[in-house]
């Protein structure tokens, strides 16, 4: 009945014990939230305002549920946001939300599924090919792989540069077709279709080429690089199928 399982306590990343119990105790509200777009339009309304991080123990609604390894992150609007590409290209560049729409879209409609075993079937993304970013700045030879990072200060990831250049990567500006909130990691994250959703890091503010894979945060805490769905329990250590 419910839109996604509860999470198994020894396989989540990112949510201490305590916001689980109280997302459990909250559950209820929020499946009523999910179910009533106006009232999740004030929840988000709320979440972005709150400067107490007390919205984070909200669900994020839809079915979703928030994440941040950051207490807090800051917001950025329309105008101060940055994009930058560097690393081992040709032509570093620095895009701004304006740059990034004005670049042809691509939508994808795909299953969001967390290693914790919560899901969203059929969700829609939107936004810039990352594969494109990186034929814009030129990759030079002998690069490797990408590093992400986040205006959060804290979360980064990482793709092989064949699995960035994969055309179900996007650098996405829109969720189910709205405006990627602050919640969700706007205004850009990364979407990373064929894979668990912690590599689609939130927050995005950087893409750095690189000569080898530098593991991203969860990846440094055992999580797999290749978090492929179905093809691997985004455990590095655990057993893998
Ligand atoms: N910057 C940042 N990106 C992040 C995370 C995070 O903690 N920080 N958590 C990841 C995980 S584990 C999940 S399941 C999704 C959650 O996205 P949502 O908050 O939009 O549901 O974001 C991913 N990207
Ligand atoms: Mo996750």
Request: charged letters at 20%; aromatic letters at 8%.
């Amino acid at each position: 009945m419910t839109p996604h399982q509860e999470p198994p306590p020894e396989r989540e990343p990112g949510a201490p014990v305590g916001r689980r119990v109280i997302l459990g105790m909250l559950g209820a509200a929020a499946l009523g939230m999910a179910a009533a777009p106006a009232l999740q339009t004030a929840f988000e309304d709320v979440a972005q305002k709150d400067p107490t991080g007390l919205t984070d123990l909200f669900p994020n609604g839809g079915g979703f549920r928030y994440y941040s390894v950051a207490a807090s992150v800051p917001h950025k609007s329309a105008q101060d946001y940055r994009l930058t590409v560097d690393g081992l290209v040709d032509t570093p560049a620095t895009y701004t939300l304006a740059d990034l729409r004005a670049q042809p879209q691509t939508r994808l409609v795909r299953d969001v599924q967390c290693v914790t075993g919560w899901r969203v079937p059929g969700t829609p993304f939107e936004g810039v090919r990352l594969s494109r970013l990186l034929d814009a700045a030129g990759v030079r030879p002998g690069a490797k792989a990408v590093r992400l990072t986040c205006f959060d200060g804290a979360y980064s990831e990482s793709l092989t540069l064949q699995q960035a250049r994969r055309a179900d990567v996007l650098v996405a500006l829109k969720m189910r077709d709205k405006d990627l909130g602050h919640s969700h990691g706007g205004p850009v994250r990364l979407y990373v279709a064929p894979m668990y959703f912690y590599k689609s890091a939130k927050w995005l503010s950087g893409i750095t080429v690189t000569d080898q894979v530098e593991p991203g945060y969860w990846e440094e805490r055992g999580y797999d690089v290749d978090a492929w769905v179905g093809k691997s329990n985004g455990r590095g250590d655990a057993p893998t199928s």
